[in-house]
């Protein structure tokens, strides 16, 4: 890898910044791998295609496959040794996107999306294409199959593009997951069912695979634990990605580590956004895991799906407790748990083993959301359902653009007895190891230490004798209902016996003066059949003699909204709403009631509140002793100044 970085000192120093240095190095280390590789049946692949074409053959690719024996072709019939020869740098450009044309289509997408033609006029004009061509056939950088295996030349190709990365922090935390944060991931997903696995072959999908380092290091992971039992693992790997060059880039790596049937599978590029197309809409998976975009607007995708009210994708709309339009969409301005919702979306459910997912999100996603809204829904959604099994802490700084806090959801829709109707809270936020130096904002690393505390503490569950890290709680326990409380309009003058139309309201809000002292103003008297129900806003009142039941107009200016949890204890009422009203309302505003109509439930996680440690008061002796130390030291600034004055 140092021999390539210095191909880019030695030729770009002079023509690009060296955070654009990827835009040239990264394309030119793939081509230079793929020419390698092809250069053995070069010959036989431009005779194919001269063939193909003879026979008017139009779909080539498989035979070109077949041809080059790879997942991948080149029939331009030039190498880049061919293109070496070249002296005159038109001629040399000229040759050289001939030979870029003759790339298969799945190549083509990876220079395309790395938009690397864009790169040839400066290069041309500086005369450095030649220069960068020969340094990339130096007998010291051999990427020659002889030179370097597959797994070697991606281990070299991963290596690139983390060093490109973190020499640009802020881009890199949009693109790149730290590898200790992945590894973690993938761990919590796998371990705790590595003996239950069995051979076959299994799918994995990331639907905002960055440059795929989750879905490679999830491979290896799976294979790591389950090889030594002598268990016969394959998997296939899908995703998907909005962003050009960290697409090209993902397809990239796989192709040079020999998996190109496995690069067809993944999609990505700007038209290629995952809430609003879906490119694997209908299939499922057996493990998914996927670190979304945090705090990012998702308005344009909201568009193109006809609007916040008019989404219909049975991703997003779903039937839950007894709603056939459940919405799980939203606030337009953070899109991450839609990015999840999308992946609960592709879980398995006819099959014994199911489907497991490791997502990592930002706080955020743990508490916003008013009960109703979208990013509250899907919290209700995953928890009634029963799919969480955990939520990890993790500690601060650990990305490369950012401080603030993460935490890796981890769910399963296959969970054990031990944690039915549970949910798992553990705290690794201690849990970290610091770094030499800082990597932008990352300032510590999950070491395989850290890791092993983290899988210990998920594995014992409620059996973790460390509850300051580890807490194990009902699912019910997140959850609440948001009751409004209204209270009657007030107005001087208003009579206590007649029913007010909403003109006549209106006109009273308008004109009217609030008075505590003044009857509540009646809007609606009920059929004779009702029955009183204070509680919830329904009234006795004598209208023309008679004995109705009526109902007040609220004073919005009073509403007020309270929230009851659901666990809340009943005691002698008929549920626990009442009993908080009972207890908490009703003695401060004896005339309030609860509007049903309006009542919602949300659930929330504040791993705040379930692991505060509050910091031990100050003893006695240490306030006085620093008191003694300000008098003295003021005391000593008198004295200076009095000494200056005299």
Same mark, same amino acid.
């Given at each position: ?15 690009? =910044? ?15 791998? %793929? ?58 450009? %000229? ?86 944060? =992945? ?116 308005? /344009? ?16 709309? =779903? ?8 919405? %799980?969409? /939203? ?36 508490? /916003? ?59 690794? /936020? ?24 983290? %899988? ?158 509050? =910091? ?31």
């Amino acid at each position: 890898m140092s021999l390539i970085w210095s191909i880019a000192d030695d030729v770009l120093r002079d023509l690009y =910044v060296r955070g654009k240095y990827r835009d040239v190095i990264l394309p030119f280390t793939v081509l230079r791998r %793929l020419d390698s590789v092809l250069e053995p049946t070069r010959d036989a692949v431009k005779a194919m295609k001269a063939t193909l074409d003879d026979a008017g053959i139009a779909n080539q690719d498989g035979p070109l496959r077949q041809a080059a024996k790879q997942d991948f072709y080149n029939y331009s019939g030039f190498t880049l040794k061919d293109l070496r020869s070249i002296s005159n740098a038109t001629r040399l450009r %000229l040759n050289f996107e001939a030979y870029l044309d003759g790339f298969s289509p799945n190549v083509q997408e990876i220079i395309d999306n790395f938009e690397f033609r864009n790169q040839l006029p400066r290069l041309t004009k500086a005369d450095a294409l030649g220069a960068l061509i020969e340094k990339f056939l130096s007998p010291d950088l051999d990427l020659s199959p002889r030179g370097i295996d597959n797994h070697g030349m991606g281990t070299v190709f991963e290596e690139l593009v983390r060093k490109f990365n973190e020499d640009n922090n802020e881009e890199a935390g949009e693109h790149w997951t730290p590898r200790d944060a =992945v590894r973690l991931m993938t761990r919590l997903m796998f371990e705790p069912i590595a003996d239950q696995i069995p051979s076959g072959t299994y799918r994995l999908y990331d639907g905002a695979m960055g440059t795929g380092g989750m879905l490679t290091v999830a491979e290896e992971t799976l294979k790591q634990l389950t090889e030594p039992s002598g268990k016969k693992i394959s998997t296939h790997l899908y995703g998907q990605e909005i962003n050009a060059e960290t697409y090209a880039i993902a397809k990239a790596d796989l192709i040079l580590k020999g998996e190109g049937a496995e690069a067809d599978n993944i999609v990505g590029g700007p038209e290629y956004s995952t809430l609003s197309n879906d490119a694997f809409s209908g299939q499922e998976f057996d493990f998914m895991l996927s670190n979304p975009p945090y705090g990012k607007s998702w308005k /344009t995708d909201q568009d193109r799906l006809g609007g916040a009210k008019k989404i219909i994708d049975p991703r997003f709309v =779903v039937v839950h407790a007894g709603d056939p339009e459940y919405s %799980l969409v /939203t606030r337009s301005n953070d899109g991450q748990l839609m990015f999840l919702a999308n992946l609960i979306s592709k879980m398995k459910h006819g099959t014994a083993r199911g489907s497991r997912i490791a997502s990592v999100h930002n706080g955020s996603s743990l508490f /916003t959301g008013d009960a109703g809204q979208g990013e509250s829904n899907i919290r209700r959604w995953i928890i009634e359902n029963d799919w969480l099994e955990a939520i990890v802490a993790l500690p601060l700084k650990m990305f490369y653009n950012t401080g603030i806090a993460t935490y890796v959801w981890v769910l399963s829709n296959r969970k054990e007895e031990r944690r039915r109707g549970k949910v798992q809270l553990i705290d690794a /936020t201690e849990w970290a190891t610091p770094l030499r130096k800082n990597l932008g904002e990352k300032g510590v690393e999950v070491s395989a230490a850290d890791a092993d505390r983290v %899988l210990e503490a998920f594995a014992a569950f409620d059996d973790y004798a460390d509850t300051d890290h580890s807490k194990v709680f009902d699912g019910v326990d997140f959850g609440y209902r948001k009751i409004t409380v209204e209270r009657p309009l007030r107005l001087a003058g208003t009579d206590a016996n007649r029913v007010y139309t909403a003109k006549e309201i209106k006109q009273l809000k308008e004109d009217g003066v609030r008075d505590e002292t003044a009857p509540p103003v009646i809007r609606k008297a009920l059929p004779y059949s009702a029955k009183p129900d204070p509680l919830h806003g329904r009234y006795e009142a004598i209208i023309d003699g008679r004995t109705r039941v009526v109902e007040f107009e609220p004073d919005t200016e009073l509403r007020d909204t309270e929230q009851v949890p659901l666990t809340e204890p009943v005691g002698e009422y008929a549920d626990g709403v009442e009993a908080f009203f009972r207890r908490e309302v009703a003695p401060y505003a004896p005339d309030a009631w609860i509007d049903n109509s309006k009542t919602k439930i949300g659930y929330e996680i504040s791993f705040t509140r379930h692991f505060y440690k509050p =910091v031990p008061m100050r003893s006695l002796a240490e306030i006085q002793a620093d008191i003694r130390a300000l008098e003295a030291e003021t005391d000593n600034l008198i004295a200076e100044i009095a000494g200056d004055l005299a």
